[in-house]
């Protein structure tokens, strides 16, 4: 054994020297001396409480930041500052260039003979009404295919209701099938003649909020009105019309597009010690909707993932990770992943050095499980990494989950994703309301999704051999 | 004993066939029979859905009803039609005058470098802004205390600011001690020099809702604007106060007093079989602030105690209670018991046939205790009607309580109260906010108050004797 070991010196010594150059085949792993480094880190992480900070930072002074606003500016100066102040060894500013939608005022009422006002917003991307408004009955459908299945040009200037319930669901699976009435019930609506589009909140919550959310026009349809009522609106509205009379609605939408922006997204980097062409690619998006203060959608995740790279910054130069690890606070993720599709584009070049890339953009309750968008020779670094986070209530999923939205555009282009999947049983109550407000957030939550940020991040930027992108299926066309 | 039975027994017949009759200085009490009636009074009620009927149709076709807008003529012509359909024996209207409060726009926000919305609602009876708005500094004060040891005209046209945090009780207890910042503070306020005053709003939950509610101006002082901040923007203003820097704000309340209104106290009545001109009154409040539907202030309020009377009407007429069951939908109890203070004026000379009052004003949850405001010969009577209300999960409690705000005109001319006092845990989450709406009431507890309503009120119209009020100590001057 002893001769063994001596012969094999050499090559254990080039092994941990360049940790990433672990051999062809051989599956990448971490080294016990990364994993005892991260576990230090997760162990830090639950006794800071830097991500609280941030978040308590950002949407104090900064509030509400819509894309393409005045707080837009602010949020990304206050982004730099804040991972100079962290110490991070690169910050810079890469632009986003988009169209403003601007929010004036927005008002809806029942008319007589059942007048009252109704807790409405419009959509994100949706026009406004004429500026004396609009009045037109109201009509109902369950769903979006209920209303694709009427006539075309049958609705004849009325206002077309789509009222499917969100489901509750831990990983927020109810949203998909929800939010086709969103993005795409406008341009149905318009195609049977509708004058406008009302849908139900896509939301779990019964509050008087109204959820907004981007939608869009396919192309060619004359663009209409598109706007959500609260929860308990929508069950007003339903219930006046179970009375089988017409319901005649007012709405005087005040929104629309005005000019160009250009934001950035905002990069702090540590730089890796032995590799630091190669990134982890970490972050939350910096922007939020309007109506409330962007506590958990996402200054949570611009906060946990800002301090879990500043975690690792703040390590003696000899235990930083072999490759960097890259936080970026997107732009314009609201709005349609427009600061990642602008990282992916400016970046096409070097997405081969992106390891892998995580968002966090769920919210702020805890995380419970680890998933991955990568090939099978990989799967022992993620169980590993999985091992690593087990103490922090956090189980490995072998299947399942997707990458957060800004990573999307890189994970088309081939890049590995991850997910440290969190707690959204709560989410969708406060998602894209007023309501979006920094009390929602548990500070001791906020910590443990640092302690598994930073400990993931770590050991994949120390990994000897990288994770491989999971094969995707050809293009069906 | 049976020659005593036979010498008893003109006398026991003349006090069955008028058990209102009961001698001096026996005290009042229920018969077996009136028992019977009232346990199945009260098995109907828990069995019945009348009550959210009621309050699903007064909510959903009226909505909101500030007194003296249309809404409050709808709710005034919708309870005169319920009463009708109810099949109450007689239904009338009362007058009730009051000047017109009014509430156009009302927007507040931080000023640069904080630049953000806040979620605010002006307090009624308030005065507005100039056209222009007001622009100044905000400063804080703990509570009411605080501001009124500071030295008149100290603060110089900025902003008082009380951020006193109500607490949460079953019984509301924690109501009191808050409200007065809302109802005195802008008199305070105004002598210490202040341009507006703002309140942490006067509620229990961490919702972006802001709590409206009434206030007034002390004889003498300059009015100046009051308004209620969100709880979540209260925190907001505190954080921002915090770093230590000037918090400026921005107000623009359009709202003020406009004319004068004559809305009514809506009044059913079921006739008693023997003494028809003495009167059990129950009800609850028809108007409601304007940001909500009133589901729970006081839609619930007015929907079981007209439900309760309605059951007790539709017994067959042998059967019915001595004396008449009145049940009011009162006018404008928000802007200050107007409704109640016109009725006690109206019906000065004919207190003393009114018996009892209970209003029924306190949300939709469920009643756990019975209180009184009654001499201690009337004890016992209280007490067989608690015994018939104990199965409800309902405790008789000797102490405490105090009669709902529209009696209290009555209690103070002397008429005895009761108190079906409910749980109100929940209820200054939705108080005076716009989520106050029909999806907070929960069926089930409006059958168990209609069935306490109706037992209280069948057993208290057909009592033997009547309960006397309190006595009440001495005025102080």
Redesign the interface.
């Known amino acids: 054994m002893t001769r063994l070991i001596a012969h094999l010196a050499p090559a254990l010594a080039l092994l941990f020297a360049s940790p990433i150059r672990a051999a062809d085949g051989i599956p990448p792993s971490v080294s016990p001396t990364s994993q005892a480094r991260a576990i230090a880190l997760r162990e830090r992480a639950v006794a800071d409480n830097a991500a609280w900070s941030l978040v308590?930072s950002l949407t104090?002074?900064?509030?509400?930041r819509l894309a393409g606003t005045?707080?837009d500016a602010?949020a990304v100066a206050w982004a730099r500052a804040r991972f100079e102040a962290l110490g991070y060894d690169r910050v810079w500013l890469e632009p986003v260039k988009f169209p403003i939608w601007r929010r004036g005022h927005e008002r809806a009422e029942?008319l007589p003979?059942?007048?009252?006002?109704l807790?409405i917003t419009t959509l994100g991307g949706s026009v406004g009404t004429d500026r004396k408004g609009l009045e037109a009955e109201v009509v109902a459908f369950a769903d979006l295919a209920a209303l694709e299945a009427v006539p075309d040009a049958s609705l004849d200037g009325r206002i077309a209701y789509i009222g499917y319930r969100m489901t509750r669901f831990r990983d927020g699976r109810g949203y998909g099938p929800a939010v086709a009435a969103r993005s795409r019930g406008a341009s149905v609506a318009s195609a049977k003649g509708a004058s406008a589009l009302l849908i139900r909140s896509i939301g779990t919550d019964?509050?008087?909020?109204p959820h907004t959310g981007m939608m869009s026009y396919a192309d060619g349809v004359r663009p209409i009105p598109a706007a959500a009522l609260a929860?308990?609106d929508a069950?007003?509205i339903e219930?006046?019309l179970a009375?089988g009379v017409p319901v005649r609605l007012r709405l005087d939408l005040d929104v629309g597009l005005d000019g160009e922006y250009t934001s950035h997204n905002v990069i702090g980097e540590i730089t890796g010690r032995s590799q630091p062409d190669e990134v982890v690619v970490i972050g939350g998006h910096l922007d939020s909707w309007d109506l409330?203060?962007g506590a958990i959608d996402d200054g949570a995740g611009v906060a946990i993932t800002m301090a879990a790279g500043a975690l690792i910054g703040h390590l003696p130069a000899a235990e930083r990770p072999a490759r960097s690890v890259r936080v970026i606070a997107w732009a314009n993720e609201e709005q349609g992943l427009i600061g990642a599709r602008a990282y992916a584009a400016a970046h096409a070049d070097t997405l081969s050095k992106h390891i892998i890339g995580a968002e966090s953009d769920f919210g702020a309750g805890r995380i419970y499980a680890l998933r991955a968008g990568v090939d099978e020779a990989s799967w022992p670094l993620i169980e590993q990494i999985g091992h690593v986070l087990a103490p922090l209530g956090i189980e490995t999923q072998r299947s399942g989950g997707g990458p957060g939205p800004d990573i999307v555009p890189l994970a088309e282009r081939g890049v590995a994703w991850a997910q440290l999947a969190q707690d959204g049983t709560d989410y969708f109550d406060y998602h894209h309301?007023?309501?979006d407000?920094?009390?929602?957030i548990e500070p001791a939550a906020l910590d443990q999704q640092v302690a598994a940020y930073a400990a993931f991040a770590y050991l994949m930027a120390d990994a000897e051999g990288r994770p491989q992108a999971r094969p995707r299926p050809a293009p069906t066309r």
């Open positions: 308590e104090t002074e900064v509030g509400a005045e707080a602010r029942v003979p059942f007048a009252q006002p807790a019964s509050h008087r909020f929860n308990p069950d007003q219930r006046l009375r409330g203060t309301t007023a309501d407000t920094l009390d929602k």
